[in-house]
């Protein structure tokens, strides 16, 4: 049943990625309507469950004309485009639906500069529409609950942090546009641009930061907030997966707030939906709400590593150097 009184129509970018399912459960399940998608790639059977009367083109020029021409009835114009395309396609694909006269649902991350960030906000004044990026942990139970803990706390309270994000991925992340930096923007942007914006929403402004690794398909570094020292680790390497979970899990996502740990792998399965709700609703997160986060993963990608202090180094660097 749809969350509004009249059901919106989407158009989908991106609709054989990993990320497009979720999107698609989510116009279904929130009752409204995906009426045209496109990829390049054609492996899309998927819409068949979810979406069977949607239109598909793997060609973007004749996708972009079909929405535009949908323009000229009200009763076909699409309300949001939502893309869900490679990284170094997102300002392209973003700009694209808002001169479709549509708003726009951007995947993380949104756009890889605050350049490039200011020229949507300039395309947004053009068209009049407006752009909101998807930031799901925002929306998580377990992280609205820290945050709350750490509003609790005196103002001069300063918290040692420890996070650890580990995703499993194969042979074939290496041979994509994931393992391209120049498509990626790297594996700290590609998948630890929502950590950065969850870290800033709990802790508040970042102070400093430091890299002291930055790999392939791992990084580790040290990041200051205002309440918080944060020392980080991310990586999409199965062989640094705790023993504990290794076998069982390809994922484990780990807070440790001094002695606490906060551990959050479960939890993610709704929150696209959960997303799209409050978009629709009219609470989405813009363009500033973005702001922080595209700052901080500019600053990490284009940092040069340095040597950490023992006190700053996250506990799989010494094991990380030792055996690369």
């Known amino acids: 049943m749809s969350t509004t009184s009249h059901p919106k129509r ?10 497009a399912p979720r999107h698609m459960r989510a116009i279904q399940d929130l009752g409204h309507q995906l009426a045209v998608a496109y990829d ?3 492996s899309v059977g998927i819409i068949d469950s979810l979406h069977p009367q949607a239109e598909f083109f793997t060609d973007f020029e004749r996708f972009y004309d079909f929405c535009w021409r949908l323009k000229r009835d009200p ?3 699409l309300d949001y485009v939502i893309v869900a395309s490679p990284n170094h396609l997102h300002h392209a694909h973003t700009t694209a639906g808002l001169r479709l006269g549509c708003d726009v649902i951007c995947e993380k991350p949104l756009v890889p500069t605050l350049d490039l960030l ?3 906000a300039l395309v947004e004044r053009e068209t ?3 752009v909101y990026n998807i930031l799901q942990l ?8 820290l945050q709350a803990k750490v509003a609790a706390t ?3 309270q300063k918290f040692d942090v420890e996070l650890t994000y580990i995703t499993s991925r194969g042979k074939w992340y290496h041979q994509s546009w994931k393992g391209d930096p120049r498509q990626s923007y790297g594996v700290a942007t590609n998948i630890g641009v929502h950590f950065f914006d969850m870290l800033h929403v709990v802790f508040g402004q970042l102070q400093a930061s430091e890299v002291y690794l930055s790999a392939d398909d791992k990084a580790i570094g040290y990041l200051e907030y205002e309440r918080a020292r944060v020392r980080w680790f991310l990586s999409i390497d199965a062989a640094d997966l705790p023993a504990e979970v290794q076998g069982k899990k390809t994922t484990f996502r780990n807070i440790r707030i001094g002695n606490e740990m906060l551990e959050f792998s479960e939890g993610f399965t709704d929150l696209h939906t959960v997303s799209l709700r409050e978009i629709v609703a009219g609470h989405g997160y813009g363009l500033a709400d973005a702001r ?14 340095v040597a950490a202090a023992t006190e700053r180094a996250h506990p799989t660097l010494a094991r990380t150097l030792t055996n690369p």
């Open 154 to 156: 005196p103002a001069g």
């Open 10 to 19: 989407f158009a989908l970018i991106g609709a054989a990625g990993y990320i």
């Open 138 to 145: 925002r929306h998580h139970e377990a992280i609205r609950a």
């Open 118 to 120: 200011d020229d949507l």
């Open 128 to 130: 009049g529409r407006r």
């Open 292 to 305: 922080h986060c595209i700052a901080t993963v500019s600053a990490i990608r284009t940092a040069r590593p």
């Open 75 to 77: 009763a076909t114009a």
């Open 40 to 42: 390049v790639n054609d």
